[in-house]
């Protein structure tokens, strides 16, 4: 007989954005991934190595019980779970085969009460593995804890030895934030929200008539701008991911001035990957949540004065990062407290996934700045939402919104950059 747990709070905040979602979005918290594998590798090799994964990741093994959605749970993981590989000829000929097959992996909903959710197919020639794509749902594991598997199934068809006993999983993660000290740390962060809500000023983005229903989503690539963003850290003593919060809030804020006078703070949610202490930082499962700042932007301040608040602002919401979204959502519907103005993430990965070097030596055809248009897979989250990164020397800052035109979400990266340039020269 199964004993139910309650959800961590990483995978209430995952369950509290999907459980309304109609049948033909039901797909959008599925992530995809394609690993390229070492020449030679064997099929048996890598489904060994998924095994091993699934064993040592409880995340990998657990099914949900979502009957209540408002009292979701998740179920002990399944001890006899096997890992499931599928697997399919690679085309020689199809340089683009492993993107069409993970986006087809990804466009299916899992059913989390009655499959684990994950998925992944082997694309091979003969007997040889040339690439794995890896399908999972946000649930299961977020952008740290996927890249934590990489690293573990590169190290295992290397031939390292597995580590010696099970990796905790998301269920000894709930019970201690459930602990008599969990749920002090949960009231501490509520009153956060609470002190914060009483403060936050009722600045929107704009809207217009015939934006309505909308979602755009463009990446800004620029070498230049992470030089420039380097540069503006190192003046402020804070780190780059506050520089490029800084320069956006402030574009952000501008954009806002098309309707209103500009805001002198802005309401900013920010990623908190809560991964901060020793036992939790390599446990695969999502522990990412949404948490509140309150950045101010006095007019006459510059970027380095900007980065150096918002480094402040950041660290006070990662502290009050674990919360129960449910609580927070009676006490917003309390408070009647508006929406967050916008939304930033500056994607950190694990050390061993940073190639040595990579991230200083910007590839030369990356050195022009482009904005590159997409089509959104998913606009579950913040109406506005900035994800950032420094991806081999280039800072990529990919702008997603819903209700914006295609020339706002466009100015508001361009003016960014701008920002970012300008200062970067004079810091």
């Known amino acids: 007989m199964f004993q ?14 999907i459980r309304d979602l109609p049948p033909a979005r039901r797909h959008e918290p599925n992530n995809a991934a394609v690993w390229t594998l070492p ?34 749970l998740q179920l002990p993981a399944d001890e006899t779970a096997t890992a ?3 697997q399919a000829e690679a085309d020689p000929g199809d340089p683009g085969q492993a993107d069409a097959v993970a986006a087809e992996l990804a466009s299916r909903p899992f059913d989390l009460g009655s499959e684990h959710g994950w998925r992944a197919r082997l694309l091979t020639r003969g007997d040889t593995a040339r690439a794995l794509v890896f399908v999972k749902h946000h649930i299961v594991a977020d952008a740290w804890a996927q890249e934590l598997l990489r690293v573990q199934l590169s190290q295992a068809l290397a031939g390292a030895a597995p580590a010696a006993a099970p990796a905790p999983g998301p269920a000894e993660l709930a019970a201690e934030q459930f602990s008599e000290a969990g749920l002090s740390r949960q009231a ?15 600045t929107a983005l704009p809207h217009r008539p015939a934006d309505r229903g909308t979602a755009v989503q463009a990446t800004l690539r620029s070498a230049p701008a992470l030089s420039a963003a380097r540069v503006i850290a190192d003046r402020a003593g804070v780190s780059v991911a506050c520089v490029v919060l800084a320069a956006y809030a402030r574009s952000v804020a501008r954009l806002c001035a ?21 036992r939790w930082k390599g446990l695969v499962t999502s522990m990412n949540q949404w948490a509140p700042a309150l ?19 950041s660290l006070t919401a990662f502290r009050h990062g674990m919360h129960d979204v449910t609580a927070v959502a009676r006490l917003r519907d309390r408070a009647a407290a508006p929406e967050p ?15 040595p070097g990579a991230a200083t030596v910007p590839d030369p055809g990356d050195q022009s700045p482009s904005l590159r248009w997409e089509t ?11 994800r950032a990164d420094d991806i081999d020397g280039v800072l990529c800052v990919r702008l997603t919104v819903r209700d914006l035109a295609r020339d706002q979400a466009a100015a508001l990266l361009w003016d960014l950059h701008a920002r970012l340039l300008a200062e970067g020269k004079t810091a």
């Open 188 to 202: 501490a962060a509520l009153r956060h929200w609470e002190r914060l809500h009483a403060d936050t000023p009722r």
């Open 341 to 355: 103005t916008c939304a930033y993430n500056f994607v950190a990965l694990p050390d061993s996934a940073r190639t």
């Open 84 to 86: 499931v590989l599928d």
């Open 295 to 313: 950045l101010p932007l006095p007019p006459a301040t510059n970027l380095v004065g900007l980065a150096r608040a918002a480094h402040w602002s």
């Open 258 to 278: 098309d309707d209103q006078a500009e805001p002198q703070a802005l309401h900013v949610q920010l990623m908190s990957a809560n991964r901060f202490t020793p």
């Open 376 to 386: 959104p897979f998913t606009t579950i989250g913040p109406r506005c939402y900035a």
């Open 4 to 17: 139910a747990i309650p959800l961590s709070l990483g995978q209430l905040s995952v369950w509290h954005d």
């Open 39 to 72: 020449a030679d590798t064997g099929v048996r090799q890598v489904r060994s190595a998924l095994g091993m994964l699934a064993r040592r990741h409880p995340s990998l093994r657990t099914r949900y019980d979502l009957t209540d959605p408002d009292a979701p």
